[in-house]
């Protein structure tokens, strides 16, 4: 018996489609490491949040196995490449609806208790518990009001 794929990449692209049909901007959240190739100048603790609208990328593929696509980050165009398991989120920047996922991540004290970060991971739709982060790259919109701060990490919380 052959192993079913993962449903991962198709709910990424899912909620994407949602997130577009619904005129919202798809944001993703990922948790960096040396397979992922981003400009490491915007990663902040270990993650960066990136603007995967249309209008912020050039030939975005959402793939079963990664996430690619060419993006302007201070006006220099760059190449990114996220593996599909290296995504913890995908949602809507303007209510913060969408989809956490469980992202193994290196810990810094190996067996130790989970931390305040691990307790935002959680697997189904999602409602914002704090403002959501602006996404990496230029920022080509004026800010919503009462949008995020540049930096800030998405806090999401388990719909029951």
Avoid: H
Wanted: proline share 13%; net charge positive.
């Amino acid at each position: 018996m052959s192993e079913l794929p993962s449903t991962k990449p198709y709910l990424l692209r899912a909620i994407y489609e949602w997130c577009t049909d619904a005129g919202f901007t798809p944001y993703v959240a990922v948790a960096v490491d040396e397979t992922v190739r981003v400009p490491l100048e915007f990663v902040k603790n270990g993650e960066i949040v990136l603007n995967v609208s249309a209008l912020a990328t050039n030939r975005l593929r959402i793939g079963n196995d990664a996430i690619e696509f060419q993006a302007r980050f201070g006006g220099v165009p760059r190449d990114v490449y996220v593996p599909i398991e290296r995504v913890v989120a995908i949602y809507a920047r303007e209510n913060g609806q969408g989809m956490a996922f469980d992202v193994p991540r290196p810990s810094s004290s190996a067996g130790g208790p989970p931390t305040a970060a691990d307790s935002t991971r959680a697997a189904g739709p999602l409602l914002p518990a704090a403002p959501l982060p602006a996404p990496a790259g230029d920022g080509t919109r004026p800010p919503t009001p009462g949008a995020p701060r540049p930096g800030e990490r998405p806090r999401l919380t388990r719909v029951k």
